[in-house]
């Protein structure tokens, strides 16, 4: 079946550093996009999303990045801190059913 | 604005046991998801409402959950007679509408251990 998964399991970074997080996804019929963020004992929170029709959208120290060409998402996190420590994960939908698919996340570290 | 609400946060029960979950979505939004996650794992899709109606119930384990949301605003879900794998976070979440775009918000999940 379908599905989104992610190329590093685990991610390092010291305090300060821009964060890169990827995402390959298999269903080219996708049109959404979302990243979330989610902390221990936490339910997922929205980080942010893009369209199909977009390849970049900024938010408030966050990037995400669309390449539809070869299926991928990514999500830049600019002067990385201790906060930003979490599990991340990049999910899909299609217009014709409003399903999210999520894959199985990235463990971002932030080392101080 | 309040959040999605959820409860019991934790419950451990015995396998063969019943267990239900309850959940109280945004304000005002039509569209209610229940979602397991296992540990280690992302989030899957059991069931998705739309009001009081089921969208999608593909990946609900008939047999043995089910999930009710008679008024349209808060859901139960239930799992009866439990099993060891399903032990997992229960996250309850809700979207204003079925467009894609609408952002989906969650609860912080009710907590199942199966032993």
């Known amino acids: ?112 | 604005e309040a959040g999605v609400a959820q409860s019991p946060r934790y419950k451990i029960i015995e396998k063969r046991q019943s267990v239900a979950f309850w959940c109280n979505p945004i304000s005002g939004h039509a569209t209610l998801y229940w979602y397991q996650q296992i540990l280690g794992q992302g989030p899957k899709l059991l069931i998705q409402f739309q009001n009081n109606g089921v969208v999608d119930d593909s990946q609900l384990p008939k047999d043995r959950f089910s999930a009710e949301r008679l008024k349209g605003v808060d859901s139960t879900l239930k799992i009866q007679p439990a099993k060891l794998e399903d032990s997992a976070v229960y996250l309850c979440a809700s979207s204003s509408g079925l467009s894609s775009g609408n952002t989906i918000y969650f609860g912080e999940g009710s907590w199942l251990t199966v032993v």
């Not at chain 1, 550093?17 to 269903?27: G, K």
């Not at chain 1, 080219?28 to 339910?43: L, M, T, V």
């Not at chain 1, 539809?68 to 999910?91: E, R």
Request: aromatic share 8%; with cysteine; proline share 4%.
């Open chain 1, 1 to 112: 079946g379908e599905s989104v998964g992610l190329h590093l399991p685990t991610l390092s970074v010291q305090e300060g550093d821009n964060s890169i997080i990827n995402c390959a996804y298999s269903n080219s019929a996708s049109d959404y996009f979302i990243w979330y963020k989610q902390e221990s004992g936490k339910g997922p929170q929205f980080i942010i999303d893009i369209r199909s029709n977009m390849d970049k959208r900024q938010g408030q120290r966050v990037t995400v990045l669309l390449n539809k060409t070869v299926k991928h998402l990514s999500l830049q996190i600019a002067a990385t801190q201790p906060g930003d420590s979490a599990v991340y994960f990049c999910a899909e939908s299609m217009s014709s059913n409003y399903k999210l698919t999520f894959g199985k996340g990235t463990l971002l570290t932030v080392n101080p």
